[in-house]
């Protein structure tokens, strides 16, 4: 709870602002770091994309800024109310309680979530809290299973003693939620797909393997892509993404290692800089043999994303522009799913004991 | 396990019949149950959508259906396969697996999974076996907290247990993959969304209100559909359905109470006729004073699906027709993170102990 009362500090801290300009009789104002691409930057040393120094002044005594700034001070007590009351909520709830109809007027202090949203993101980078730790979540989000032992709100929630179905992650797990208890395994396997995630769960590849199984059905949420990073950062377990063979599943693996553009400021608590990508890779169509039928011919799209993917600095080792070339030149991307072409469970019983052993990654 | 060798005789059947077919110099046939709109209605006395009996012979010495004849023969032995070696896996697999180019052509026996997906459905009315039987999965798709027992793979799954994340609930609910070893609650809660899920999982709604609280994130699939049918079946609860106040929260209440039109032939297996819809109805916002600018403007298509709605067989009690010319009347939809307006949680707290109380809801 340490942690919560720090952001409960941070929170108030923006009222205590306002009072102390008032008693000064002086504009009110706050600083935000400026989320734009001008000021994103790809830092080579930590591995990830981060934000620069840039800020904004937001203050009250000026028409353009005025309803900006009262909206803030809206969000920040709704915030500064969930923390008081050990809550958490979504962001539409967010807008929802802060929408009211101003006295004696018939303008509304937000109209749409479109207003709200980024006020939550400018609190998150001026105030340098995650979303999480404001209690701000979304839905549950994704499925983990293996030796791993969590504790979430009194129980203790053994991950290896779930079947076949597995614990729901939470949109939030930082440790005031979500604490890691006993974890035994040698690496996380964080899957993109939940077919791929049901075969090794039902293979039990986690237990042979020794490791845990992750995913978010698709670009993984929040949750999913934090309980990855505690794990690699608090137990020193290597993280190994299973995506695709197409520009999607290279840019999953972007966001899990480096983090994104739009949400720099988070790169520094979400971001996995040293993920491996552990496939599906362009050469293994060829080393697998996989027929050129289960191939599916790259559309203009596709080719489109991976010409950008080839100049974001993220991509420059060589490796990856190899990578990123020969499936341009096959003309062709795959997905895990072709596997069962050769058999349904290839996946947990061939390919990816191969390229484990091989230590067939790209970084 | 008697189950599976049921649908897996079924589908060994299949070729039984090819083969004496075959033995008597004649053409092979099966008969295929019509999947159109034109054979399929409302049973009132039972209170589902369900098919009526015309059927379609399929045979392999037609030009026009040979080759569909040579798929279904294609798929139904992959489905043995899983039969056979106990596994499940997904539509997309079942039609990587079945592809290949025909000998000395280079014709594929499938180009696209718009060709097997059909077939598979046409397998399941054909044969009476839900697709789960047949070990055919989604993904994990849904969240179950409360006081149920379950078994999966030989684990002991208490999802009472489970802290505020929950139990991901797996595509296939069987019997023969997930026991229902006890169930102490009163009544089951499926929430549409997982928002309000989440509210109620953190308020511990379930243990004051002693139910079994489940989500499926928005239209609820197959898996947390079919868990809440047999907890509604073998174990006699009750099921309220929690869904927004516009035409897709009523027609999700329909799906989960009917079935659906397209997939006419599970509501025998599916449908859950006695749930019952607690909210939020429009009588609501006013009944519960939520202020007018929460609401949300129907839109051309908002109104077109509810003018839609009113036409269809079950929703012709007065009850219901009464609620959706409400709805038309206000010129309004409700979200349910609406109420967050009132208090963050009043949903837990006022809205729903309300609700149950006074037995508030619509059949």
Same mark, same amino acid.
């Given at each position: 709870?340490? #942690? ?66 009262? &909206? ?9 109310? +969930? ?101 035994? *395994? ?6 993109? @797909?939940?077919? &791929? ?21 698709? &670009? ?7 309980? *990855? ?22 840019? /999953? ?7 994104? /553009? ?33 191939? /599916?011919?790259?559309?203009? @799209?596709?080719?489109?994303?991976? #010409?950008? +993917? ?13 990578? /990123? ?39």
């Amino acid at each position: 709870m340490a #942690k919560s009362t720090a952001v409960a500090k941070k929170l108030s801290g923006l009222a205590d602002l306002v009072i102390a300009a008032a008693a000064k009789k002086r504009d009110p104002s706050i600083k935000i770091p400026v989320r734009s691409l001008s000021n994103v930057r790809f830092n080579e040393k930590k591995g990830i994309i981060e934000m620069g120094g840039n800020t904004q002044d937001r203050t009250f005594f000026n028409v353009a800024m005025a309803k900006k700034f009262m &909206q803030t001070m809206l969000v920040a007590d709704a915030l500064s109310e +969930l923390q008081r009351a050990e809550l958490t909520t979504s962001l539409r709830e967010i807008y929802y309680r802060t929408k009211h109809t101003m006295a004696d007027s018939h303008e509304n202090t937000f109209d749409t979530q479109d207003e709200s949203d980024p006020i939550i993101e400018d609190l998150e980078v001026g105030l340098e809290a995650l979303r999480e730790e404001f209690h701000v979540r979304a839905d549950n989000g994704g499925t983990v299973i293996g030796p791993l032992v969590l504790s979430d709100d009194g129980d203790r929630v053994d991950c290896g003693k779930l079947g076949k179905g597995g614990y729901s992650v939470p949109s939030i797990v930082e440790e005031e939620y979500v604490g890691i208890k006993k974890c035994t *395994a040698d690496f996380v396997l964080l899957v993109e @797909k939940g077919t &791929q995630w049901n075969r090794l769960a039902e293979d039990k590849f986690w237990k042979k393997y020794n490791c845990i199984l992750l995913t978010g059905n698709g &670009q993984p949420p929040r949750g999913v892509r934090r309980l *990855a990073r505690r794990l690699n950062e608090e137990k020193k377990l290597p993280v190994y993404v299973l995506v695709d063979n197409d520009p999607w599943g290279y840019y /999953i693996y972007s966001v899990i290692k480096q983090g994104s /553009i739009n949400l720099a400021f988070e790169s520094k608590r979400m971001a996995i800089p040293q993920a491996k990508f552990v496939g599906l890779s362009s050469a293994d169509p060829e080393a697998y043999g996989l027929p050129r039928n289960v191939g /599916i011919k790259l559309n203009d @799209k596709d080719i489109g994303r991976a #010409k950008e +993917l080839l100049n974001y600095p993220w991509f420059q080792k060589k490796e990856w522009q190899a990578e /990123i070339k020969k499936m341009l030149a096959s003309g062709l991307k795959y997905e895990l799913d072709a596997l069962a072409n050769k058999d349904f469970q290839y996946l947990t019983k061939k390919y990816l004991p191969k390229k484990l052993a091989d230590k067939d990654w790209l970084d």
